[in-house]
């Protein structure tokens, strides 16, 4: 009775919490008074079914007039616009109640077709198994357990669920003369890895004899031992009992016509003796022909022809042909015989082994194809011709379609497993693994077959192989049956190249006995780990940017500011996010932004657009903007983002730039007007009878000339060392020879200026890893300009050896009081590598302090009449100076006015360069 009227109740209980909700929450609702009832008659459909949810549509319709719909507290509608919302709530409310009932059904259907579906298959099973007299069993060699299925109980006389699992309780039920022959099969089998076949007797509690036929499997670890046997075991009693009576009969035969030959040779004496013994012969044949006709499995005899001359009764049940349909065919053609190969092998093997068994498909009366187990042996004569061919066939059909379900059902079982893309790992209590698919095989690098049977620490680093044993132990020991993905934290495994990587897993046990099956689930999230590092990486690169990066709403509200904009406008990002953007802009700017935002909503790029902003301190900033569109999902325009660049220093480059332009003009100018003015008084004929002028004339033009290349030349290559297109042939070169090499180049220089050299080479064998032709380069400026700034009879000395960068404090200690510390030194100067320090030291004026920064720079020199009088170009210190910092070196003066100077650079030795 309460099921009947239950989904009414519930109706009738949903429309009153419906109208209570909505009578509750009208003061916070607006037009939405049908929404609980909608709920009401969904929640009594799907519980009840149609009948109940229209008993809820109805309710529903009169609660609404009744309270909700004015006139209120009166059954009736005055207002037209309110009967046709009702009306609408009406037509809605029906629909969800048909649909929430249909589902319901829908949703019943499906349960009980799964319920049905599982049933039949699992009878199918048991009735295949038991039609078969065929059970399964599992025997575990490591424990001794032995698992069997009721069937097998059956075939052994056990009472179903009365089998211990113990390996005793099955010995004491073979028979003691077949013991040794188990052990022996099992043995060879598990030695010379082969299915394990074997026919012996039992004996069941009540004494009688059975003979069964074993048939299995080893399953062995990585070393070839062997783990478990798994197989079937078969009541085979009847055909036993057949070829019994058929070897019986045969010996019998065999006996008879031993007995029969003695006879013949007193065939005189005991002929009447013999007559009498031949009768009872053929009576005993006929008796022996007339058990074989009741054997249930089918006995035919073949002539050598194929032809039958005996067909059983087994034979006429089994195929349908009568005796006398059958007697007289070939009986491959009446059976339409199909053979595992060809036939003539088939006949060589029995006429050579007198025996063969296999598997025939044979087609029955009735068109139906059968698989029988056949057995064929040669009959021969005395003289050992073969005469006939003895056949027997059981049909094994149901089994093989019960092999064939079960062999079905494991591959669609391990097809799931190996198409998985996860990893999917089984191991036993001991921690060995006994399952590893093909997403195992992807993800950790292993094969199945080098894994299978080894540890589980195998795939894991081994900083927590310890650990995870015992989190895996704990866990078969717990309640818990399974455990999901997230509820750990990530774990590391290990591929097989050695590398780890980060996981998720899931894990879920198998109870069996005393033992346990652990499986897991594993899944590799390198990828989305590295997304995230990605994703931070991303977020670092913005926030360490040298360049301002900020993005703002299409209103101007800043909504992101990094580091660098904090640095460039004085702003903390506390202070600005959520404040308009105008801030930075100055005011005769504030068009600039409607005009860029019309101009990227065209889809137009804006890329290194020059403006002015302005800093908190209200100081203008020269800037490049490039500017890029934020949109949503649906490709909407939703804001901006731009990055800014501080461009003050490249106009100040540009200046510079300028700067350099005009005095290379200048530089360039001075020559050529000295050639112009000397070619210009020879082209007028001034001096054609003055060749002293003349010579004069031309030697000013050549020198001038002279100059002009040097400072073509100079510049040139000052260009490529700052551009980088000077290639420095790098390579391991000897101290002393590149000093060497240098002194001479200069000494004929040196001779005409009357200036000595001396040279101090390392006191060792020194090697630095440097282009020999810019080094030298280096060092005939350096010389150059030392014997040009020394007076004649003074001296100017080379010398090298190995320096520390903490030496430098003492290297400006030895110079005099008034030294300068040099201003120019590489990048890499903060190296601790051991150098080499090459120094050049003359007796010359000396430098003043405050030029020993500038004349590294390009067209700086002590003196502007310097460059008259000595014909420098003012660049040769400046590409000194680019030489040595691509060598990762360091480049200095140390000077004293009237007393000389020192230039000193450093290379780093060549401990173990490049091969």
Known sequence: MYRRFAPYFVAIASVAISLLLTLWLAPFLDRTIAAFFYLAVMASSWYGGWQPGILAVVLSMLVLDYWLIPPRYQLGISDPIEAIRLAIFMLVAVLINLLSANLRFSKRQVERLNHQIHTENASQLRMALAAARMGMWDWNIVTGEITWSPEHEQVFGFAPNTFDGKYDSFDARIHPDDRAGIVQAIQHALQERQIYQHEYRIIWPDGSLHWVEGIGHGVYDVTGQPLRMTGTIMDISDRKQAELALQQAKEELEQRVQARTVELTHLNDRLLQTLVEQQQTQATLWEQAKLLDLAHDTIMTLNLDWQITF??????????????????????????????????????????????????????????????????????????????????????????????????????????????????????????????????????????????????????????????????????????????????????????????????????????????????????????????????????????????????????????????????????????????????????????????????????????????????????????????????????????????????????????????????????????????????????????????????????????????????????????????????????????????????????????????????????????????????????????????????????????????????KDEGDRADQGAGIMPIRSPSSSSSVPSILFSIKDQGRGIPADKLVTIFERFQQVDASDSRDKGGTGLGLAICHKIIEQHSGCLWVESVLGKGSIFYFTLPIALNPPS
């Open 311 to 808: 067909w059983n009764q087994g034979a006429e049940r089994t195929y349908g042909w009568t005796k006398a349909e059958a007697l007289g065919q070939r009986s491959h053609d009446l059976l339409q015989t199909q053979f595992p190969k060809p036939l003539a092998e088939i006949t060589a093997e029995l006429l050579q082994q007198g025996y063969w068994e296999g598997e025939l498909l044979h087609q029955q009366r009735d068109g139906r194809t059968i698989v029988a187990a056949s057995r064929w042996v040669l009959l021969q004569d005395e003289a050992g011709h073969p005469i006939k061919i003895m056949e027997i066939n059981n049909d094994i059909s149901q089994r093989k379609q019960a092999e064939q379900a079960l062999q079905a059902s494991q591959a669609r079982f391990a097809g799931i497993l190996e198409i998985a893309n996860d990893a999917i790992i089984a191991i036993e209590s001991n921690q060995q693994i006994t399952l590893f698919n093909q997403g195992a095989e992807k993800i950790f690098g292993y094969t199945a077959a080098e894994v299978l049977g080894q540890p589980l620490s195998i795939l894991l680093p081994e900083r927590f192989t310890t650990a995870h044993y015992h989190q895996v132990n704990q866990f078969a020991q717990s309640a818990g049956q399974a455990r999901r993905m997230g509820e750990r934290g990530e774990i590391m495994g290990r591929r097989k190249d050695g590398t780890e990587f980060p996981a998720e897993a899931s894990i879920s046990k198998l109870q069996l006995g005393n033992n346990y099956i652990v499986t897991a689930i594993l899944r590799d999230i390198s990828d989305r780990k590295q997304a995230e590092a990605s994703m931070s990486q991303l977020a670092a690169i913005v926030e360490s940017s040298e360049d301002a990066i900020i993005s703002e709403t299409l209103d101007g509200t800043v909504i992101s500011w990094n580091a660098s904009a904090e640095r460039l406008f004085g702003y903390a990002a506390d202070d600005i996010i959520g404040q308009p953007v105008r801030a930075i802009i100055p005011a005769d700017h504030w068009g600039e932004k409607q005009q860029m935002l019309q101009q990227l909503q065209r889809g137009e790029r804006i890329y290194h657009h020059e403006t002015v902003r302005q800093h908190q301190d209200g100081t203008l900033i020269d800037v490049a903007l490039t500017i890029s569109p934020v949109k949503d999902a649906y490709g909407r325009m939703i804001g901006v983002s731009k990055i800014i660049r501080d461009i003050t220093a490249q106009r100040a480059l540009d200046r510079m730039k300028s700067e350099f332009i005009s005095i290379v003009s200048h530089e360039l100018r001075t020559p050529l007007t000295a050639i112009r003015g000397s070619l210009g008084l020879l082209a007028s004929g001034v001096y054609d009878n003055k060749p002293d002028k003349v010579r004069r004339m031309l030697q000013v033009a050549s020198e001038q000339t002279d100059r002009l290349v040097r400072l073509v030349n100079d510049i040139l290559d000052l260009q490529r060392l700052e551009s980088g297109r000077m290639s420095l042939m790098m390579q391991v070169c000897d101290v002393a020879t590149l000093m060497q090499a240098a002194m001479d180049t200069m000494l004929g220089s040196a001779e005409s200026q009357q200036v000595h050299l001396l040279m101090t080479p390392p006191t060792s064998l020194l090697a630095v890893w440097a282009s020999p032709d810019a080094i030298i380069q280096t060092l005939i400026n350096l010389l150059s300009n030392a014997i040009k700034f020394s007076e004649p009879g003074s001296t100017v000395w080379l010398s090298a050896d190995v320096w520390q960068q903490n030496e430098q």
